[in-house]
């Protein structure tokens, strides 16, 4: 992985699955980062349903207009490249970089890949105090997971249009 860029305006995307832990650590490495450092979840929106990801898009056009901030957190499931393009296209409408953070276990099909799916389905199962999973029955919760690993895909500089993708341990 690499040091984020000192004096430039970066928009960082967590790609992942349900339960990996993206919220996790956005937040801890936005608080690190201190005031000039926002976390954006689209699931904050689900009461929008349909309109959620377009609320998330609001949100954050209004942080990248906002002169005190450099770095905006974007922790959604972005299991494909049609999931978080038009946050790519945004952040460069505004001059900001963009960086993808992808999971190692899943840019590889590997054993690895399993034992993540594992925890993933842990996690979801026991999860409370999430706006969207909370009313969720525990086969619903497996089956979204599952379905976010199947059509995964890891981000590629091509596809994404982002400045750098790096995997994270």
Known sequence: SQAFPQAEKLVV??????????TTVGNLASDQLGEESVTLEQDTYWQ???????????????????????????LRNNSQVNQYRDFVRLARDYGWKVLVLVPRELAYPNAAREILLRVCRITVTRRTGHISFDSLPTEKRIAIVNSFNKTFRPATISESQADSISTIN
Do not use: F, H, N
Not at 13 to 22: A, H, M, R, S, T
């Open 13 to 22: 995307i967590v790609q992942g699955i349900p339960g990996l832990g993206k």
């Open 48 to 74: 929008y349903k349909t309109r959620a990801k377009a609320k998330c898009l609001e949100q954050m056009e209004l942080y990248l207009a906002d002169p005190r901030l450099s770095y905006v957190w974007i």
